[in-house]
């Protein structure tokens, strides 16, 4: 028997207002009671007004009726949470996510799922690789060892004995999931999981392969040859293509990144492409200035300090930097004059620098009292053990 309109059992018609639906409930639960009336279906008349009551006179109740009618209470909704939330109305499922609801309630076909058959390329991997400060600025070739899931070559990733060894999931029919029913506000509603029984695989694999135990891969040791690009910083990564995790179902192997970790270097001092390096001079050699022997990415030269050079002064040796590791030209190499202020003069030294700066007309402290002398012996006596 189909359920009657609440509005209907309570003598009333929808849009019927809060006061009017308690008035109704009043005259008509009055005639029914079932300690006043004793004809027979009078009691079944009470409840049926009681329920009506019960949900027209709440107002979330009452706003789900209006839009579901009775279905909106069905499968043991009655009393929940009411439709705030997805999760009120659907006791116990185990959805995937809310695309499932919608796509099997619009009935539309909706997103499909992922065939679990189809070819899938394996994961991306990373591995670091230490190198030296030169080895970075030249480029090398490197040999890399490590441990990875490589393909089974016994059964070619299949994880089956051999062709017939392996079958269509009968449960999913090789879709990899589950179709069920379910009763909602909706009606009913159809979603889908994993399939229990195939694990979303869509295979029963009947007789494994002894090589593998069915997984498709095993973990082994592999090298490869890295070619490591003049020019390449800390940090920086080199791909290699389909070197990474084994592909799924015959899919392509995922790629290997090769991360580069670069120490610094105590004089070579890299900024991109740029190279930074300090030149120490003396007093006498900023000011007579000199020529001078050094280091540079690409061995010794000879740099010619001026006359008067200054604390900080910057020499550019164009084209002498490191290469750019996309081949877009090459850095320069600047070097940093550094003056170094004697600090342990010998007697005689300290007679010139005294000289100096007499006829410069500058001030200093001059001569050596007793206990500046005996100083500098002892520090001179310490300097030398
Ligand atoms: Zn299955
Ligand atoms: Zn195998």
Request: with cysteine.
């Given at each position: 028997?189909?359920?009657?309109?609440?509005?209907?059992?309570?003598?009333?018609?929808?849009?019927?207002?809060?006061?009017?639906?308690?008035?109704?409930?009043?005259?008509?639960?009055?005639?029914?009671?079932?300690?006043?009336?004793?004809?027979?279906?009078?009691?079944?008349?009470?409840?049926?007004?009681?329920?009506?009551?019960?949900?027209?006179?709440?107002?979330?109740?009452?706003?789900?009726?209006?839009?579901?009618?009775?279905a909106a209470f069905e499968q043991g909704n009655y009393g929940g949470g009411g439709f705030g939330g997805f999760g009120g109305g659907f006791s116990g499922?185990?959805?995937?996510?809310?695309?499932?609801?919608?796509?099997?309630?619009?009935?539309?076909?909706?997103?499909?799922?992922?065939?679990?058959?189809?070819?899938?390329?394996?994961?991306?991997?990373?591995?670091?690789?230490?190198?030296?400060?030169?080895?970075?600025?030249?480029?090398?070739?490197?040999?890399?060892?490590?441990?990875?899931?490589?393909?089974?070559?016994?059964?070619?990733?299949?994880?089956?004995?051999?062709?017939?060894?392996t079958t269509t999931c009968t449960t999913c029919h090789g879709s990899g999931s589950e179709t069920f029913v379910q009763q909602s506000i909706f009606g009913?509603?159809?979603?889908?999981?994993?399939?229990?029984?195939?694990?979303?695989?869509?295979?029963?694999?009947?007789?494994?392969?002894?090589?593998?135990?069915?997984?498709?891969?095993?973990?082994?040791?592999?090298?490869?040859?890295?070619?490591?690009?003049?020019?390449?910083?800390?940090?920086?990564?080199?791909?290699?293509?389909?070197?990474?995790?084994?592909?799924?179902?015959?899919?392509?192997?995922?790629?290997?990144?090769?991360?580069?970790?670069?120490?610094?270097?105590?004089?070579?001092?890299?900024?991109?492409?740029?190279?930074?390096?300090?030149?120490?001079?003396?007093?006498?050699?900023?000011?007579?200035?000199?020529?001078?022997?050094?280091?540079?990415?690409?061995?010794?030269?000879?740099?010619?300090?001026?006359?008067?050079?200054?604390?900080?002064?910057?020499?550019?040796?164009?084209?002498?930097?490191?290469?750019?590791?996309?081949?877009?030209?090459?850095?320069?190499?600047?070097?940093?004059?550094?003056?170094?202020?004697?600090?342990?003069?010998?007697?005689?030294?300290?007679?010139?620098?005294?000289?100096?700066?007499?006829?410069?007309?500058?001030?200093?402290?001059?001569?050596?009292?007793?206990?500046?002398?005996?100083?500098?012996?002892?520090?001179?006596?310490?300097?030398?053990?």
């Amino acid at each position: 028997m189909a359920k009657r309109d609440y509005y209907e059992v309570l003598g009333l018609s929808k849009g019927a207002s809060a006061q009017e639906i308690k008035k109704a409930y009043r005259k008509l639960s009055k005639q029914y009671h079932p300690d006043i009336n004793k004809e027979p279906g009078a009691d079944e008349k009470f409840k049926e007004i009681t329920e009506a009551y019960e949900i027209l006179s709440d107002d979330n109740k009452k706003a789900q009726y209006d839009q579901f009618g009775h279905a909106a209470f069905e499968q043991g909704n009655y009393g929940g949470g009411g439709f705030g939330g997805f999760g009120g109305g659907f006791s116990g499922a185990d959805f995937d996510d809310l695309g499932d609801i919608f796509s099997s309630f619009f009935g539309g076909g909706g997103r499909g799922r992922r065939n679990p058959n189809a070819p899938r390329q394996g994961e991306d991997l990373l591995h670091r690789l230490n190198i030296s400060f030169e080895e970075s600025v030249f480029g090398v070739k490197k040999a890399v060892k490590f441990r990875k899931d490589v393909t089974c070559e016994k059964c070619n990733g299949s994880g089956a004995k051999d062709a017939s060894s392996t079958t269509t999931c009968t449960t999913c029919h090789g879709s990899g999931s589950e179709t069920f029913v379910q009763q909602s506000i909706f009606g009913q509603v159809q979603s889908q999981r994993t399939c229990s029984r195939c694990n979303g695989t869509g295979k029963i694999i009947k007789d494994k392969c002894a090589h593998c135990f069915g997984k498709g891969y095993n973990n082994k040791e592999v090298e490869y040859e890295v070619d490591i690009p003049a020019g390449i910083e800390n940090g920086q990564r080199v791909r290699l293509s389909g070197k990474g995790g084994p592909g799924v179902n015959g899919g392509p192997a995922g790629d290997l990144f090769i991360e580069v970790i670069v120490p610094e270097d105590k004089y070579f001092h890299r900024d991109g492409d740029d190279i930074y390096t300090e030149l120490e001079l003396s007093p006498a050699q900023a000011a007579l200035g000199t020529k001078i022997d050094v280091r540079t990415l690409n061995g010794e030269i000879e740099l010619n300090v001026p006359a008067g050079t200054q604390y900080g002064r910057k020499f550019k040796l164009a084209g002498k930097g490191v290469k750019n590791v996309r081949g877009y030209g090459v850095g320069d190499h600047y070097i940093i004059a550094i003056i170094k202020i004697p600090k342990d003069l010998s007697q005689r030294e300290r007679e010139l620098y005294e000289e100096l700066a007499k006829i410069r007309g500058e001030k200093s402290s001059e001569g050596e009292g007793f206990f500046e002398k005996a100083k500098r012996k002892i520090n001179k006596a310490l300097d030398d053990l």
